[in-house]
């Protein structure tokens, strides 16, 4: 890539890390790289983000509604440049789309929107291709010259994704370790009410627990703090929050 082209991509790099670190959510994180992706790559026209997680493929940000609309037809036609991205991990360009034969039921419905060129980008993390970031543009060959410096872009918007759900994923696990304790603390306080109740060890108590859960099909938890409210007139108290050291000394 050229020293000119790197100088401009400079300044969307410093944005996508500024995003990153100041969205609240992931899809408002995700519709601000779309737009910037518009302004950086200049051809582009419109930009659409197109995800696969488990299930059929889905647009999770677009510029306006052309990209929303181009991005819905393949969906439909299931064939398309931003799909085939998706399935091959392959860039996807389309020099002139009146002249390119490759998926006829996407074709008639794309140019009747004004879509002529159209470059589709995979977005890779950790060798699974999740989704694929997708720019139409009005004209024959608009991204001729700029599929290096989009490619270049869209590896930067992969490695912020990546960071964004591994952010995610921590969030999740740090919420069901915290959910976990807590169970575990009211859980707790119950066995130990039924021991001096029933005068019995923590398996036995732990048994009647359990047969209490399953003969009003309930969860575990929910039993035992029913136990705990007719003890002691109130709800069980909370554990700790679960919270990961950071003193790695």
Known sequence: MSEAAESHLAPAYGRLLTLLAD????????DQVVRVATEVITPAVACGLTVRRDGPAFTVAASDDLAAQADE?????????????????QIVEVVDLRRDERWHRYREHALRLGIVSSLSLPM???GETLGALNLYATRPAAFAGARRQAAAFAEQ???ALAVILRQAEQALVHRQLTDAMASRSVIDQALGVLMGQQRCTAKEAF????????????????????????VTGESPQPASAFVVSRNHG
């Open 23 to 30: 969205s609240p959510h992931v899809d408002v994180f995700l």
């Open 73 to 89: 037809i393949q969906y439909g036609a299931d064939e398309g440049p931003c799909l085939h991205a998706l399935r091959s991990g």
């Open 124 to 126: 890779t993390v950790d």
């Open 207 to 230: 048994a009647l627990l359990r047969q209490a859960s399953q003969r009003r099909n309930r969860k575990l938890r929910d039993v035992a703090a029913e136990i705990i409210m007719q």
């Open 157 to 159: 918007g992969t490695a």
